[in-house]
């Protein structure tokens, strides 16, 4: 949903391709493409009409589907979140969790620094799970690789619950040079430590 979002037009309609689709997403077949448009077409979140005159589509996210021009339902930038390859870099486990955390975390935190999205609480790793559709070796490997990729920083597990993760967007920053002195600051081997427990619990699994 994130790529079809970011082509969306001022008219609220994207004529993207499927091949395009596969290009940004990271997805190889078309078999996979058509099958995740089917899901999102079943779910009401986007709807479609063939052009008159072409063989192409026209996509249109629904109102569940919060957009506005160059980003989509949870704010992804369109130049460094899509058109640079970043979101077709994420496994489908990653994507998931990504949207599903960004989601859930407060916005208009005053603890959040101005070039994050936002600031997560202390919720049930169950209920993560459940919202992103996977399992909880799939959550751990997915919470690691989005950690790795400097997506999520500054993150606290207690137990089975996670606690105070910030959520960074990607192009949707105020200063890069305090970016990444946050980055720098927050991103320690204390940090990992936090979470390479519970990963390793699981680990025959992942």
């Known amino acids: 949903m994130p790529v079809i979002g ?8 994207t004529y993207i391709r499927v091949n395009t689709i596969m290009e940004y997403t990271g997805y190889k077949k078309k078999t996979e493409i058509i099958a995740g448009i089917k899901s999102l077409l079943d779910l009401g979140i986007i709807t479609r009409h063939k052009q008159k005159k ?59 620094p101005d070039d994050y999205y936002g600031i997560g609480t202390a919720r049930p790793v169950e209920k993560y799970c459940k919202w992103a559709g996977i399992n909880k070796p799939s959550f751990y490997k997915a919470f690691r690789g989005l950690v790795n990729k400097e997506l999520i920083i500054d993150s606290e597990f207690i137990e089975d619950d996670i606690l105070d993760y910030t959520i960074r967007t990607p192009g949707i920053f105020v200063d890069n040079n305090k970016k990444k002195h946050f980055i720098k600051k927050h991103k320690t081997e204390e940090t990992k430590s936090k979470y390479d427990h519970l990963i390793r619990e699981y680990r025959n699994d992942i």
């Open 6 to 13: 970011v082509f969306i037009n001022k008219e609220g309609e």
């Open 54 to 112: 072409y063989k192409n589509y026209i996509y249109k996210l629904s109102d569940v589907a919060k957009w506005k021009r160059g980003r989509s339902y949870f704010p992804i930038d369109k130049n460094e979140m899509i058109l640079n390859y970043r979101w077709a870099e994420l496994s489908s486990i990653e994507k998931s969790l990504y949207v599903v955390l960004g989601t859930k975390s407060i916005i208009n935190s005053p603890d959040k």
